[in-house]
């Protein structure tokens, strides 16, 4: 089946500081999504991307479907995006997910 | 407009005995599924219906049956719990049939295997 793989696993910032999280995927895929699980466990959207550039405030998204990976830029990092960001695939019907990024945003 | 919703919440099972999550949404979506996320790990799908009337196994369907009732609703059964089934378990629903769309996620049911 299709892998996921996301780097850094981990991520530790100083408040303000900006940050690039990577998700490469195995095979060609129909959809891409960006997901931040905040410390209380839910699941958030952050953007939906199968290709090309989108932008939602501080945080913005690149997908590269040719080259097979996905970028997630977050700029002034706040105490509040800590958390875990996960991307997803889909692909055959079905999304499947990397292992997450753990960001720690730090006062 | 609630969405995704999942029950129960949590729930405490001892080893053998059997419980039925549900879940529903109300966004009028084709595809549901149900994943599974163990502690620091990312979420591993269980089963998905790509549509009403269908399900298919994941990556990680043993131990588990599943049932779409109707379009908004799809349940996960567990037969006969197991420990290594104590997780965080998601449902979640995109608009499209056979897998096409956003997905969005409930908020989790809690389940231990005691």
């Known amino acids: 089946g299709i892998q996921v793989e996301q780097s850094p696993p981990d991520l530790i910032l100083q408040e303000g500081a900006n940050s690039t999280l990577r998700c490469n995927f195995s095979d060609s895929v129909n959809n891409l999504q960006w997901f931040h699980q905040n410390p209380w466990g839910q699941l958030i959207n952050l953007f939906y991307?199968?290709?090309g550039t989108k932008q939602n405030g501080r945080l913005s998204a690149t997908t590269v479907a040719t080259e097979r990976y996905s970028l997630l830029y977050i700029s002034s990092s706040q105490t509040t995006d800590s958390g875990v960001y996960f991307c997803?695939?889909?692909?055959?019907?079905?999304?499947?997910f990397g292992t997450g990024t753990r960001l720690k945003v730090l006062a | 407009n609630a969405g995704v919703t999942q029950t129960p919440k949590f729930q405490v099972l001892k080893t053998g005995q059997s419980m039925t999550l549900q879940c529903a949404q109300d966004?009028?979506?084709?595809?549901m599924y149900w994943y599974r996320q163990d502690p620091g790990m990312g979420l591993r799908l269980i089963y998905y219906s790509a549509s009403e009337g269908t399900t298919d196994k994941g990556e990680v369907p043993n131990g588990y049956n599943v049932s779409r009732l109707n379009k908004r609703e799809f349940s996960l059964r567990l037969e006969s719990a197991a420990p290594s089934q104590t997780s965080v378990y998601f449902c979640?629903?995109?608009?499209?049939?056979w897998g096409t769309g956003e997905l969005f996620f409930g908020e989790g049911s809690r389940l231990t295997v005691l």
């Open positions: 991307i199968p290709s």
């Open positions: 979640a629903s995109s608009a499209g049939a």
């Open positions: 997803a695939v889909e692909r055959a019907y079905k999304y499947i």
């Open positions: 966004m009028n979506h084709n595809s």
